[in-house]
Protein backbone atom coordinates (compact mmCIF):
# COMPACT_ATOMS: atom_id res chain seq x y z
CA UNK A 1 0.00 0.00 0.00
CA UNK A 2 1.44 3.59 -1.10
CA UNK A 3 2.64 6.03 1.87
CA UNK A 4 -0.45 8.69 2.62
CA UNK A 5 -0.41 11.75 4.04
CA UNK A 6 -3.05 14.20 4.76
CA UNK A 7 -3.80 17.41 3.43
CA UNK A 8 -4.17 19.70 6.16
CA UNK A 9 -5.71 22.28 4.01
CA UNK A 10 -8.20 20.25 3.60
CA UNK A 11 -8.72 18.01 5.78
CA UNK A 12 -9.98 17.85 9.33
CA UNK A 13 -11.14 21.38 9.20
CA UNK A 14 -13.63 20.22 11.88
CA UNK A 15 -10.67 21.96 14.06
CA UNK A 16 -8.40 24.49 14.29
CA UNK A 17 -5.74 24.51 12.02
CA UNK A 18 -2.56 23.71 14.62
CA UNK A 19 -4.75 20.91 16.23
CA UNK A 20 -5.31 19.36 12.92
CA UNK A 21 -1.71 17.57 13.25
CA UNK A 22 -2.83 15.17 16.07
CA UNK A 23 -5.78 14.80 14.13
CA UNK A 24 -4.30 13.59 11.04
CA UNK A 25 -2.43 11.44 13.75
CA UNK A 26 -4.74 9.93 15.56
CA UNK A 27 -6.46 8.77 11.98
CA UNK A 28 -3.10 6.77 11.53
CA UNK A 29 -1.44 9.64 8.81
CA UNK A 30 2.37 9.33 9.56
CA UNK A 31 2.39 12.39 7.37
CA UNK A 32 0.96 15.43 6.72
CA UNK A 33 1.46 18.16 4.15
CA UNK A 34 -0.82 21.23 3.43
CA UNK A 35 -0.66 24.46 1.13
CA UNK A 36 0.96 27.19 3.28
CA UNK A 37 2.68 27.20 6.58
CA UNK A 38 3.08 31.48 6.29
CA UNK A 39 -0.05 32.52 8.54
CA UNK A 40 1.84 30.69 11.84
CA UNK A 41 5.38 31.16 13.17
CA UNK A 42 7.15 27.67 12.09
CA UNK A 43 8.01 27.16 15.44
CA UNK A 44 4.30 26.71 16.37
CA UNK A 45 4.14 24.07 13.51
CA UNK A 46 7.55 22.54 14.59
CA UNK A 47 6.04 21.73 17.98
CA UNK A 48 3.25 20.35 17.26
CA UNK A 49 4.89 18.42 14.33
CA UNK A 50 7.07 17.39 17.66
CA UNK A 51 3.93 16.82 19.69
CA UNK A 52 1.57 14.78 16.85
CA UNK A 53 5.00 12.70 15.89
CA UNK A 54 4.25 13.23 12.19
CA UNK A 55 6.48 14.24 9.79
CA UNK A 56 5.97 17.22 7.23
CA UNK A 57 6.06 16.22 3.66
CA UNK A 58 5.69 19.13 1.71
CA UNK A 59 4.09 22.94 1.40
CA UNK A 60 4.16 25.35 -1.51
CA UNK A 61 5.83 28.13 -1.64
CA UNK A 62 4.57 31.73 -1.19
CA UNK A 63 1.51 31.89 -3.84
CA UNK A 64 1.53 35.94 -4.44
CA UNK A 65 -2.19 37.55 -3.17
CA UNK A 66 -4.44 33.92 -2.57
CA UNK A 67 -7.12 35.80 -1.67
CA UNK A 68 -7.35 37.71 -4.40
CA UNK A 69 -6.79 35.13 -7.14
CA UNK A 70 -3.27 34.63 -7.42
CA UNK A 71 -1.90 31.22 -7.78
CA UNK A 72 1.71 31.60 -7.98
CA UNK A 73 4.51 33.91 -9.38
CA UNK A 74 6.53 31.80 -11.58
CA UNK A 75 5.54 32.64 -14.38
CA UNK A 76 5.39 36.09 -14.08
CA UNK A 77 8.28 38.56 -15.22
CA UNK A 78 7.19 41.42 -13.28
CA UNK A 79 7.28 39.78 -9.87
CA UNK A 80 11.19 38.36 -9.78
CA UNK A 81 11.80 40.40 -7.10
CA UNK A 82 8.49 38.74 -5.12
CA UNK A 83 9.19 35.54 -6.32
CA UNK A 84 12.85 35.68 -5.43
CA UNK A 85 11.93 36.64 -1.75
CA UNK A 86 9.60 33.99 -1.55
CA UNK A 87 11.86 31.58 -1.83
CA UNK A 88 13.95 32.88 0.77
CA UNK A 89 10.72 32.49 2.71
CA UNK A 90 9.87 28.84 2.21
CA UNK A 91 13.20 27.77 2.66
CA UNK A 92 13.84 29.30 6.35
CA UNK A 93 10.44 27.77 6.97
CA UNK A 94 11.67 24.37 5.31
CA UNK A 95 15.22 24.21 7.06
CA UNK A 96 13.00 24.74 10.72
CA UNK A 97 10.00 22.12 9.49
CA UNK A 98 12.29 19.49 7.95
CA UNK A 99 10.60 19.71 4.91
CA UNK A 100 12.24 17.58 2.16
CA UNK A 101 10.15 19.37 -0.79
CA UNK A 102 9.09 22.54 -1.73
CA UNK A 103 6.16 23.21 -4.35
CA UNK A 104 6.58 26.25 -6.55
CA UNK A 105 3.15 27.45 -8.13
CA UNK A 106 3.56 28.16 -11.81
CA UNK A 107 0.99 30.76 -11.80
CA UNK A 108 -1.68 32.25 -13.95
CA UNK A 109 -0.07 33.78 -17.22
CA UNK A 110 -0.96 38.11 -17.22
CA UNK A 111 -3.30 39.53 -19.25
CA UNK A 112 -1.51 40.20 -22.24
CA UNK A 113 1.72 38.76 -21.34
CA UNK A 114 3.18 36.51 -24.51
CA UNK A 115 3.04 32.65 -23.75
CA UNK A 116 6.88 32.34 -24.89
CA UNK A 117 7.95 35.18 -22.28
CA UNK A 118 6.25 33.33 -19.49
CA UNK A 119 7.67 30.18 -20.51
CA UNK A 120 11.26 31.76 -20.39
CA UNK A 121 10.41 33.91 -16.85
CA UNK A 122 9.17 30.17 -15.71
CA UNK A 123 12.42 28.62 -16.88
CA UNK A 124 14.36 31.20 -15.02
CA UNK A 125 12.32 31.33 -11.92
CA UNK A 126 12.57 27.38 -11.42
CA UNK A 127 16.33 27.11 -12.27
CA UNK A 128 16.51 29.78 -9.31
CA UNK A 129 14.68 28.26 -6.49
CA UNK A 130 15.92 24.62 -7.31
CA UNK A 131 19.40 25.75 -7.02
CA UNK A 132 18.78 27.29 -4.15
CA UNK A 133 16.97 24.20 -2.58
CA UNK A 134 19.69 22.14 -3.77
CA UNK A 135 22.11 23.80 -1.63
CA UNK A 136 19.87 23.01 1.45
CA UNK A 137 18.96 18.89 -0.23
CA UNK A 138 15.01 19.98 -0.85
CA UNK A 139 13.98 19.07 -4.03
CA UNK A 140 11.57 21.14 -5.72
CA UNK A 141 7.97 20.20 -7.26
CA UNK A 142 6.24 21.42 -10.28
CA UNK A 143 2.51 20.35 -10.54
CA UNK A 144 0.18 20.46 -13.71
CA UNK A 145 -2.91 21.72 -12.70
CA UNK A 146 -6.30 21.55 -14.39
CA UNK A 147 -7.73 24.63 -16.11
CA UNK A 148 -11.32 24.00 -15.13
CA UNK A 149 -10.22 24.90 -11.58
CA UNK A 150 -7.85 27.49 -12.39
CA UNK A 151 -8.14 28.87 -15.40
CA UNK A 152 -5.75 30.37 -17.10
CA UNK A 153 -2.59 28.15 -14.96
CA UNK A 154 -0.05 27.83 -17.12
CA UNK A 155 1.68 24.61 -16.40
CA UNK A 156 -1.58 22.01 -17.30
CA UNK A 157 -0.09 18.85 -18.40
CA UNK A 158 2.40 16.01 -17.52
CA UNK A 159 4.53 15.64 -21.04
CA UNK A 160 4.12 19.77 -20.55
CA UNK A 161 5.80 19.33 -17.17
CA UNK A 162 8.42 16.46 -18.54
CA UNK A 163 9.56 19.09 -21.32
CA UNK A 164 10.05 21.76 -18.29
CA UNK A 165 12.02 19.72 -16.42
CA UNK A 166 14.04 18.62 -18.42
CA UNK A 167 14.76 21.91 -20.08
CA UNK A 168 15.71 22.99 -16.71
CA UNK A 169 18.37 20.75 -16.05
CA UNK A 170 18.22 20.85 -12.06
CA UNK A 171 18.73 17.13 -10.45
CA UNK A 172 16.40 18.05 -7.79
CA UNK A 173 13.40 19.35 -9.84
CA UNK A 174 10.68 16.51 -9.69
CA UNK A 175 7.02 16.64 -10.80
CA UNK A 176 3.89 16.66 -8.72
CA UNK A 177 1.25 14.25 -10.09
CA UNK A 178 -1.82 15.13 -8.96
CA UNK A 179 -4.24 12.05 -10.07
CA UNK A 180 -7.50 14.78 -9.85
CA UNK A 181 -5.65 17.15 -11.95
CA UNK A 182 -4.29 14.93 -14.25
CA UNK A 183 -8.06 12.78 -14.32
CA UNK A 184 -9.78 16.03 -15.90
CA UNK A 185 -6.49 17.13 -18.30
CA UNK A 186 -5.73 14.23 -20.00
CA UNK A 187 -6.94 10.96 -18.33
CA UNK A 188 -4.71 7.39 -19.19
CA UNK A 189 -3.64 7.57 -15.64
CA UNK A 190 -1.90 4.39 -15.35
CA UNK A 191 -0.16 4.58 -18.77
CA UNK A 192 0.67 8.47 -17.83
CA UNK A 193 2.23 7.49 -14.32
CA UNK A 194 4.25 4.50 -15.99
CA UNK A 195 5.77 6.92 -18.64
CA UNK A 196 6.62 9.71 -15.88
CA UNK A 197 7.64 7.47 -12.70
CA UNK A 198 11.29 7.96 -12.77
CA UNK A 199 10.21 11.97 -12.63
CA UNK A 200 7.31 11.97 -10.30
CA UNK A 201 8.57 13.25 -6.42
CA UNK A 202 5.00 13.38 -5.03
CA UNK A 203 1.64 12.25 -6.35
CA UNK A 204 -2.14 13.91 -4.60
CA UNK A 205 -5.31 12.26 -4.85
CA UNK A 206 -8.75 12.87 -5.39
CA UNK A 207 -11.89 12.13 -6.96
CA UNK A 208 -13.87 13.19 -9.74
CA UNK A 209 -16.62 14.76 -9.65
CA UNK A 210 -16.19 16.91 -6.72
CA UNK A 211 -12.75 16.84 -5.59
CA UNK A 212 -14.11 14.24 -3.01
CA UNK A 213 -12.30 11.16 -1.35
CA UNK A 214 -11.22 8.25 -3.39
CA UNK A 215 -13.34 5.79 -4.51
CA UNK A 216 -16.53 8.40 -4.60
CA UNK A 217 -16.16 8.95 -8.15
CA UNK A 218 -15.14 7.42 -11.20
CA UNK A 219 -11.54 7.20 -10.69
CA UNK A 220 -10.46 3.81 -10.28
CA UNK A 221 -8.24 3.67 -7.19
CA UNK A 222 -8.02 0.72 -5.88
CA UNK A 223 -6.20 -0.16 -9.15
CA UNK A 224 -3.97 2.62 -9.15
CA UNK A 225 -3.06 2.11 -5.67
CA UNK A 226 -1.77 -1.42 -6.46
CA UNK A 227 -0.14 -0.36 -9.58
CA UNK A 228 1.85 2.35 -7.45
CA UNK A 229 3.39 -1.01 -5.44
CA UNK A 230 3.70 -3.13 -8.66
CA UNK A 231 6.09 -0.02 -9.42
CA UNK A 232 7.53 0.12 -6.54
CA UNK A 233 6.96 3.84 -5.81
CA UNK A 234 8.46 4.76 -2.77
CA UNK A 235 7.14 8.38 -2.69
CA UNK A 236 4.38 9.79 -0.47
CA UNK A 237 0.48 10.22 -2.19
CA UNK A 238 -1.10 13.50 -0.18
CA UNK A 239 -4.91 13.23 0.46
CA UNK A 240 -5.62 16.29 -1.46
CA UNK A 241 -9.07 15.99 -1.09
CA UNK A 242 -12.30 17.79 0.10
CA UNK A 243 -14.59 15.55 2.42
CA UNK A 244 -17.86 14.88 2.14
CA UNK A 245 -18.72 15.27 5.54
CA UNK A 246 -16.81 14.68 8.55
CA UNK A 247 -12.94 13.72 7.57
CA UNK A 248 -12.40 10.22 9.86
CA UNK A 249 -16.06 9.27 9.22
CA UNK A 250 -14.64 9.60 5.37
CA UNK A 251 -11.69 7.55 5.64
CA UNK A 252 -13.56 4.23 4.98
CA UNK A 253 -11.52 4.37 1.82
CA UNK A 254 -8.30 4.34 4.03
CA UNK A 255 -9.15 1.24 6.47
CA UNK A 256 -10.19 -1.07 3.53
CA UNK A 257 -7.44 -0.54 2.16
CA UNK A 258 -5.43 -1.30 4.85
CA UNK A 259 -7.49 -4.21 5.63
CA UNK A 260 -7.09 -5.31 2.45
CA UNK A 261 -3.10 -4.93 2.00
CA UNK A 262 -3.05 -6.75 5.95
CA UNK A 263 -4.92 -9.44 4.27
CA UNK A 264 -2.65 -9.77 1.39
CA UNK A 265 0.43 -9.79 3.00
CA UNK A 266 -1.03 -12.29 5.70
CA UNK A 267 -1.85 -14.93 2.74
Keep these: MPKFCANLSLM ?11 AARANG ?56 DGVALALDYARQLGVHRLHCLAGIVPPGLERERAHETYIANLR ?11 DLMIEPINTYDMPGYFLTGSAQAAAVIAECGAPNLFMQYDIYHMQRMEGE ?5 RAHLPLIGHMQAADNPGRHEPGSGEINYRYLFALLDELAYDGWVGCEYHPRGDTSAGLDWLRALSKTDRHTANR
Design 189 to 193: LANTI
Design 29 to 84: FAGVEFLFPYAFEAGQIAERLARSEVQLVLHNLPPGDWSAGERGLACDPRRLGQFQ
Design 128 to 138: FAAAQLAAHGI
Design 12 to 22: FTEVSFLDRFA
